[in-house]
């Protein structure tokens, strides 16, 4: 009961500034009738609750279970087992990721069905696998984690001259929601779990991230080759509705409980099934241990119906509501201003967020403290936020404006920053963009867009997320520059 009032403790700090800055904008620039007021105060109690059982979830069943695949694959020593142990483990785990399927859904819905939701997941997942195996089988080799990066997203930029506009912001958009709540803390734990064996203990430090950047790489590279292939026409899309017609207050969530339900039982099956087939067949484990992990499953599936059934009834919609609005005052300070502070409090409440700078803090026994990360992503995100909602404000300026010139400075940080920091930064790139930055955040820049003329919600609503994972490349690899003159300064004295 001690750990979970902790979680339930932190993840109410993380919480809460998201939902007084709603509670405030309800009050002045954006009036909100009384249902939708209170779906959005219900919402926050169930992301607050969801969010705290989710975690404690995560600590106790799905990170062991990670690190356990891990080890086991590591210790095998054949080549062929990592290779398709990694394929197959990223392909079923980043199918059932919600995140993913709800931003599969907006895109659907969005496109009024030019591009398929089952499309979109398929083609993701197999690029998560292929990247997986990739990272896997780097780890096991040494690969240098930079030379790689360098290696992928040249062939990203390569594809991005062949792709359209939509599908660039599409394919940015789908790395960044493949890896979400469930998906990190499963690829984290495995990534420490094949690592953990090496005897250098600094090599196995700086090998136990990077494995979420690589992999996110792949949602990219798939999405590129579907649109070169498809030869899509140029596509446009709008928002069905900004508002909640809805006079129920409950009805939303009752809706949105079953499907979630069923979308979180899918997530978690494959975990459960590879749990079980490795407890029978390669790892001996207690009857308590194993017991310990399985109430663990089920604390992950509680909370991550929690949390997802408060972000989708009660957080979505009123995302899209005050973007709509903010942007057509007459000052567009007003929506810039929002956009930062939106983008720097959400951050603090997204479930691998905390699973990974927990895991930072645990493998640098402190060294890199987790509030200063968090700090660090707060800022990035929020700049994120803040220059996605200039795009939509400027129709001149493109996501590749953005894109290349943020990544040439990424990769260019890469040859100078301490590794451990390169691994850290790409996998925090994949983890800010979670499940509330993939409906509340985006909700709030597609709103935006859809109450701007010359706007189109598919080419500017979408791309942010794309930006959210550049930006912590870039802040977290800086924190990390300066680390190393630190430590210098210390050695000098």
Known sequence: MNVLYSKLKEVLYAVLPITVMVLILSLTLVPLNLTQLLQFIIGAIFIIGGLSIFLLGVDIGIIPIGQMVGATIAKSNKIWIVIISGLLLGFFISIAEPD??????????VTSGIISKISIVIVVSIGIGMLIATGLVRIVYNFPLYKLFLILYAIIFALAIFTSPEFLAISFDASGATTGALTVPFILALALGVSSLKKDSKASEKDSFGLVGIASTGAIITVMIMNIIMQSNQLSGSLETITMNTKSIFSPFLNEFLTVTLEIILALLPILIVFLVFKKFSYKMSKKTVRKTLIGILFTFIGLVLFLVGVNAGFMDVGSIVGYHIVSL??????????????????????????????????????????????????????????????????ELHLWHYLLPGYLIALSLTFIVPKLFVGIAFDSGGVASGPMTATFILAFVQGAAEGIDGAD?????????????????????????????????????
């Open 100 to 109: 993913l399927h709800i931003l599969a859904d907006q895109i659907e819905m």
């Open 457 to 493: 919600v598919l080419v500017d609503g979408f791309g942010m997320i794309a930006l959210v994972a550049m930006t912590p490349l870039i802040a977290l690899q800086l924190l990390g520059l300066i680390f190393k003159v630190k430590s210098r300064k210390r050695g000098v004295k």
């Open 330 to 395: 007459d000052h567009n300070a007003y929506i810039i201003l929002i956009a930062f502070a939106l983008g720097v409090v959400t951050i603090l409440a997204e479930p691998a967020v905390h699973v990974l700078t927990n895991q930072i803090e645990d493998v640098t026994s402190g060294y890199v403290k987790r509030s200063i990360v968090l700090v660090t992503l707060s800022i990035g995100v929020g700049l994120a936020v803040l220059l996605s909602i200039i795009r939509v404000l400027v129709p």
